[in-house]
Structures are given as structure tokens and as C-alpha cells.
């Protein structure tokens, strides 16, 4: 039987809104964004995409209509009641009260600032300015509004059945990864595919799939809000761009060698247990670790998020024995470009040797490569990143000269200063 | 929005019909059903269940409290208004009043007769027994009732993303023979796959993917509540039952030598154009054309449903040939063990010399071949067939001895009759 009144409801609504809530992001966002509104709350940051993958021509696939209307609608958002209890009452890593009453009281006020959008040629210019508790949360929707608004681009000329075999084939291909991944005993996997997700239903499709077909090796998600409606784990730590907005930050020399741990400084008053992990790449991990304060080598884990996995995680190996720690009580997460075969491998090659745990990304949420004509809901590599602080540029050199962002002047200070010599370069594909 | 009336009249049945209709059978039932009323209506028959397919053990693995229930709904079924309105107003092959008012004041009051149910070893003993035109009528919903129970035993113990995944993968693996399918022009299929079905929805999702997916291609249903619903063509001619019946009626055996045709001679009554397809190898196609009248090489087609089916085909076109006719006027209906590679096969072979068809059955509804673990959803060979008729008992020999039926005398009686020498076996999985 059609439920009328649901029916006509639906039909009153402009667009089909992509994000609908501000706790559609990232866990590590809002643990940062807490981190950033008591220790930085006046510095003004500019956030920018970047369209990694040049051949995805988003302006010629993205009306500027509808992608307005889209970044309309999350300004329009504001924390709802449930979304507010949850985060007020819900234990994270089996601690209470992770967000302060300070914090929420702001949390629960606030609207997304204003956005630039300006079409350049083939891509889109996106920026974001303003102080960074509120300017950081503009990242993960504004990539999802774009990784979403290209694939209804792409999936607005198929048939009805030719879009059930679609996400058919995108089905089964998910499950069989699942089926691969759960013959492998102890492993941990996580969501971390919020940003570069193919939609929010497939995502939450996704996650679910991995909760039935991992059963307890399936660790969470790190998006808040599939978190809370599917009563789950919400998964997270920091990100890049905390140690990238304190060393632009930096005064001098001197002061942004010091900046990344800084960073880890202020976190630490925050944050214990599994929340104190380390992410030592923004600079280049080896000089990272080597000038790292000895009360960093007790936190839990490290996470490696660039340059060859396997060798950033017999870096980190190295350097906990250097420092009298033993790696098996220690946690390894790896988050960067994983399918279901390197999660195999890395899994098999270091769960003996130290604590493993896995942020699925990309290849979970969007691994439509090969289902379509030309391929043309293969992922891409989109990013939303801040670019400024204060009027002054940041960097980002990380253990993969292809991810390196920042003026190039700048990007060979921030090489002496942190003493990064040649790097490997990895292609970077989502 | 949870439409709550829905789910708790939902929750009131007390079983999930599988059959709920009494037109969710094969337009031929219902075209011979009426041949059969206005031409032999006291005819006393048994059909009678045999599963081919000894290794699955039907009555292990279906409840007989739960299979009595199906059967006991299909009893109480009743051609609603709006079926009869279509029986009675459609076009079938442009032809308008297909069934005539004394046979639709007849099946508008009809209930099925009773079922004989008995478990015998891991198999079911199923028999029906009563007036030829009410018995035939059980043919297809009871295979569909045990087709679909056996499923129903299998997916009992599924999760359910593993289901969601399980369908996924069923609509991929039909999906790409459709796209096999769509690159060869002038190919006509129509769905023959009612009997053998894995349930009735995914029945009624084939054929809709089949719409879309081959468009023109497509050429309609043999089953008559989804030709309703979807507003397709009703497809289907005449099958083996009406010369088993004719024959063993026959009295000698000058008789049975002509009962073959007295059968079509019944059937160029009421029928021309498309209807007029010959059916020749329930005794052996290659005797039954030799001995053939003039008058039948003026019928429109052949179908093909036994032995190699170029070889039948080959067989068809010598004939129209020795007989005056053009084969290239003429159509052959393939119907025997189809898939898609053997559908484009006879296709490519044939299309120039005759105008070709295909009944498209088990592996278009049924094809969960290697889906689940042990392949407990593999199709397997039931069928439900006249056994008697007025106390003595029917044969079938067709063009492959591993489908023959009937008391050993009796198809030795027949083979002699018929000239029936030397046959080539063909397995039989479906």
C-alpha cells in the first residue's frame, strides 16, 4: 500500500539533499574541532578543495545550480536534539563526557560560515574562510556533496534495472571482499570512508554489510552519524590538519619545528588510551619520530597514512624498541589507500609483531571501478584542505612527494627545517 | 514513514502464499484448458509429481505441515474480477476473445480439486486426480510451490546482507547474459520460466530486467498474472499433455498412431496464426513429421523442446522444404535447456533460413547455480505430468530416451507404433 502522505511529502522537497545533518562527518573532526575551539578558537583559516584527479572534469559534470543548492542546504543545518544527546551521552572508547559542556553549548548554536564557489575553467574553485572550529567542518560535506553530485551526474542516463545491477555488482563486489577478509582471524577493520564515499545510502549499505559479514572484526565507523543510527562505535583520532595549521602558525624556525609536537601536547591534556595516537607524516615520519619528545613513545599507537605501509610501520616498530617500548602492547593503524588484499597482507605480515587496526577508506565506500561505461564512476582523488592560517601558507610534505601540498618556497623550508631528505613517491589514486 | 496498516495486515497471514493466484500459470495451461473443456471435459486423469532429481530429498528438506498449507491456499483460490476482465479482454497474438464465454463462466467458478500427499522415503508422492480440465490445472502451481518451498529451506539460514548479496548476485549473473543477449539483432525470448522458478518475485524481476534490458528483443511471458501486471504479452501454444492424454485414450493401435494428430486436428478449431505450432516430439519428431497430413505443413511453427536442438531444427526445415513450404516463412520456437550462449548459438545458426524463437525457461528464472555454499539453490528437475487417463497409463518418448515416461510395455507398445528407432541420450539437468 503507497503511504500517500509520504509520497506528497517527498515531492516537497527542492533537492534531494545529500548531507542532512552537521554529525554526517567524520568523528575525528569533532574531537579536533573540540581540540582547535579551546586551544585555537580566533585563528582564521582558509579551507580549499583540490581536485587531485585533473581528468574528472567536475564543472563540466556538476551544474553550479544544483551544487549550490546542495552547499545551501548544509549551511542550513543545525545540530538537532538526538544528534546532541548522542554526542552528549554516548561513550567513546569507553569514556564519558568526551565532548565538554563548553563545547556542545557552541557546537549546538552553530551554522556553517559562507562559502566562495567560483567555476574555473573544467573544475570548481570551493574555499571556505573564516575562524577553524567552524571553517574545518565544511571539509567532509563539501567533499561528499561532490563525490555525490558526480555520480548522479553519471547515473542520471540509466535505466531503473540497469541501476539495480549496478549496485548489485557493487554489492557483491563489497561482499566478497568481506568474505576474504573474515577467513583472517583477529583482524580489526573500520570505516573511514566518509569523505570519498560513493553516497550516504551506500555508505550506511556498506557499513552494515560489514557488521553482518565481519561480526567482531568489524571495529566501527568513523561517520558520527551511521554511527549513532546504526548503534555502533564511532572511530577516529586527528588529522593532518592540526600539525599543518600550528606550524603555519610558527613564528619562526625554530617554533615550527616544534609545532607538530605541540600539537600532540595539547591533545594529550585532552585525550588518553586509544585517542592518543600518533600521526607522524605530516613533516616526514623518520624526523617525526627521531626528534619526537621520549612522553610521545607512551602514547598507544601510531597511525601511517602515507609512503609504503609496510615500511612506516617497521618505522614505527624500530622506534618504540629504540625507546624501551615493547611494539606488542602498542597499536599500528593503517588508513591510507587499503583495499581487501593489502589489509590481508599488512594484517599477515604484522599482527605478531604489534597491535593492528585498519581505517578502510575509499576502495570501501566507492569501489564502483570497472562497473560502468568508460568507467566513469571510478573514485578520484578529491581533497578539501586548509591552506592558510592567519594569512600564512601551510604545507604538507607527508612520506609521499605526491601528496605534498604548499608554495614551493615554502615547501623547501619546511624540508630543512624538519630535515627530509629524498622521498619515494607513491601514486596517488584516491 | 512506516506505513503501520500495511505491516499488521502484513503480520495477519498466517502463511506467505506463494501462489496467490490462479492465473500465475503458463498461458498454454489455460489455451489447452479450454481445448480440453470443449473437447474431452470428462476425461478422468492423474498427474502425478517426479523429481529427476533424486539427489535433492524434497520431503528432508520441506515441512509437510508447511507444504499442505501452500496447497490448501492454492485450493482456495478463485479467478478475481479483474483477472477474468483481462481473460476475457485482451488481444492475444491479435486476437480478440481468445476464450470463449462458456469456458469463462466455467473457470470464474472453478476451485482446484483435491491433492493426494504422501511422504515416501525423502520424497514427496503428489498426485492429482479428478476431470482432465480441473487436474491439468495443478501442473504449475504445484511445481512452483515446491520449487519455491525448497528455496525458502535454503535461505531460512541466511543473513541478511548474505541475502541482499545472494539476490545481487543472482541480477548480476542474469544482467550479463542479458547483455549478451542485446548484442545480437533480430532475436525474439520470451520468458518460459514459470514452472522451474526460484520464486515469484524473482520471476517477476527477470522478466521486467528482460524488458528493459532487451527492449525490443523481448517478446513477452508465459505467465499470465505477470503479462497482467506488467502489461506484456501472454506467450504459449500447446505442450506434451494433449497427445499423453489423446494416446492413451486410444483403443488400438491404429488409434494411437493417429491420436498425435487428431490432437492438432482439435486445435486448427479454435486456433491460426501463431497458435498453430506443431509440438512433434512427444513419439519422436522424425516419425511423426514422415506420417504427417498435408494440412499440419501449413501450420505456422515447430517447437523444438527435446534431443539436439539443431538437429531438430535442421529436421523442421527438411520437412517444410520436402513439403512445398518455405522454411524462411515458417518459425522454430526453442524451448529445451536454454541459455544464453545456446539462445545466441541457434540464433546465429538459424536466423537466415527461418524465422526463430526462444522459450527462455529454468536458467532465465532459476539460475542460482553456484551461489551458495554446497549449491543448495542449484535448479533441479522436477516435473508434474498426466501419469493416466481414464485408467490407463500415458507415455512420453520424446526426442531424448532420458525424458521418456511411462510402464516399460507401454513405451515398448509405442516405440513400434510410432517407428521409433535408435535415440541419442541428452542429460537432463533442468
Redesign the interface.
Known amino acids: 500500500?503507497v503511504?500517500i502522505?509520504?509520497r506528497v511529502w517527498n515531492h516537497k522537497w527542492k533537492i534531494d539533499p545529500i548531507v542532512r545533518s552537521l554529525i554526517d562527518t567524520d568523528f575525528y573532526k569533532l574531537l579536533m574541532c573540540q581540540s582547535v575551539f579551546r586551544n585555537k578558537p580566533d585563528t582564521q583559516v582558509t579551507f580549499s578543495l583540490i581536485n587531485r584527479s585533473k581528468h574528472v572534469p567536475l564543472a563540466h559534470l556538476i551544474d553550479e545550480g544544483e551544487l549550490r543548492e546542495q552547499l545551501d542546504h548544509i549551511r542550513s543545518l543545525s545540530l538537532s536534539r538526538g544528534e546532541s544527546t548522542w554526542m552528549r551521552g554516548n561513550t567513546f572508547y569507553g569514556k564519558r563526557q568526551m565532548f565538554t559542556p563548553e563545547f556542545m553549548d557552541w557546537f549546538e548554536t552553530l551554522r556553517l560560515p559562507p562559502y566562495h564557489l567560483e567555476r574555473r575553467g573544467d573544475q570548481y574553485e570551493l574555499t571556505f574562510e573564516g575562524s577553524w572550529p567552524e571553517v574545518m567542518l565544511w571539509e567532509i560535506p563539501a567533499l561528499a556533496v561532490l563525490m555525490e553530485l558526480r555520480g548522479r551526474a553519471v547515473l542520471n542516463s540509466m535505466?531503473?534495472?540497469?541501476l539495480?545491477?549496478l549496485?548489485?555488482?557493487a554489492?557483491?563486489k563489497l561482499?566478497e571482499k568481506i568474505e576474504r577478509l573474515r577467513m583472517h582471524d583477529g583482524l580489526r577493520v573500520a570505516d573511514f570512508g566518509t569523505r570519498r564515499r560513493h553516497s550516504f545510502l551506500w555508505q550506511d549499505w556498506c557499513v552494515?554489510?560489514m557488521g553482518?559479514?565481519l561480526a567482531g572484526a568489524f571495529a566501527g565507523t568513523s561517520n558520527c552519524l551511521i554511527a549513532k543510527n546504526r548503534d555502533l562505535e564511532a572511530i577516529g583520532t586527528n588529522a593532518h590538519e592540526l600539525p599543518m595549521v600550528y606550524s603555519a602558525l610558527a613564528t619562526d624556525d625554530n617554533a615550527l619545528a616544534q609545532a607538530p609536537y605541540d600539537v600532540l601536547s595539547d591533545w594529550q591534556e585532552e585525550h588518553d588510551g586509544n585517542l592518543r595516537v600518533i600521526l607522524p607524516d605530516t613533516y616526514g615520519t623518520q624526523g617525526f619520530l627521531d626528534n619526537a619528545p621520549d612522553w610521545l613513545a607512551g602514547w598507544t599507537g601510531i597511525r601511517i597514512d602515507s609512503g609504503d605501509p609496510a615500511a612506516g610501520a617497521e618505522t614505527a616498530i624500530d622506534w618504540w624498541k629504540q625507546r624501551g617500548e615493547d611494539p606488542r602492547d602498542k597499536l599500528v593503524i593503517f588508513s591510507d589507500g587499503l583495499d581487501a588484499d593489502k589489509i590481508i597482507e599488512l594484517h599477515t605480515q604484522f599482527a605478531d609483531r604489534v597491535r593492528v587496526s585498519f581505517g578502510w577508506g575509499t576502495m570501501l565506500t566507492n569501489d564502483f571501478k570497472g562497473l560502468t561505461k568508460d568507467d566513469r564512476l571510478a573514485p578520484f582523488s578529491l581533497v578539501c584542505k586548509a591552506v592558510s592560517a592567519d594569512g600564512r601558507a601551510t604545507v604538507k610534505l607527508s612520506d609521499n612527494p605526491n601528496k605534498a601540498m604548499g608554495p614551493d618556497d615554502e615547501i623547501e623550508r619546511y624540508k630543512r627545517v624538519f630535515g627530509v631528505g629524498a622521498q619515494d613517491a607513491q601514486a596517488v589514486i584516491v
Chains 1, 2 share one sequence.
Open positions: 500500500m503511504d502522505a509520504t535505466g531503473r534495472f540497469e539495480q545491477v549496485y548489485a555488482r554489492m557483491t561482499w552494515q554489510a553482518e559479514g
